[in-house]
């Protein structure tokens, strides 16, 4: 089949799982329909010797020309020895928010008791509530240690505590994220100026 909004339209939905529909005149487009009635574009391409597999978009969000344009542009891309999804992954790991490093790490950390969990999370409303939304990569050492000298001035032991929980979030960033060829995407930590926490 060629794929049109016609044809996207009239696409058979399946009885269960999801039905595939490849474009005859490019290799690689394809349309998938779910048992729910979702239609979206996909495109896919063998890349390092494995099948991905990318989602371009819904059917009604996107038209059918327009995905099949992107489909072009990515194959092109992984014709010139890119990979797109890859680089892809590696930009979303890389601005990754302190708020999202953070619910990981308790999400990772499941056995942390919640009496501790607690203790996290006010000390990330009243330390770090101006972060939470601002990119890991985006937070200095210098800011680090401002922080940690003005929150010092009203209690030192609770400034001491907050950086020892933003070392650990640094540490477990530092082996979660990572880019396509292994190397992690924050391997100085912030706090480590802090020696003594």
């Known amino acids: 089949m060629r794929i049109t909004k016609t044809a996207v339209e009239q696409a058979p939905i399946p009885d269960t799982g999801q039905a595939f529909y490849r474009d005859d005149n490019l290799k690689g487009f394809a349309l998938r329909v779910t048992a729910g ?109 401002k922080r940690h000298q003005d929150y010092g001035k009203r209690s030192q032991a609770r400034a001491n505590n907050a950086m020892r929980l933003l070392k650990a979030i640094f540490n477990f960033a530092r082996g979660q994220y990572e880019d396509s060829q292994g190397h992690s995407f924050f391997p100085e930590n912030r706090v480590d100026r802090l020696s003594h926490v």
């Open 37 to 145: 009635g979702a239609k979206s574009f996909v495109v896919e391409k063998r890349i390092n010797r494995k099948v991905k597999r990318k989602t371009l978009g819904r059917f009604a969000e996107m038209t059918a020309e327009k995905a099949r344009k992107e489909a072009i542009k990515f194959l092109g891309q992984v014709a010139d020895g890119q990979d797109p999804i890859a680089e892809e992954k590696d930009q979303e790991a890389e601005s990754v928010t302190l708020r999202e490093v953070f619910e990981l790490y308790l999400k990772v950390r499941a056995g942390l008791k919640a009496s501790t969990v607690q203790d996290y999370r006010r000390l990330m409303k009243e330390i770090f509530k101006d972060w939470q939304d601002r990119e890991l990569r985006n937070i200095t050492k210098d800011m680090v240690q």
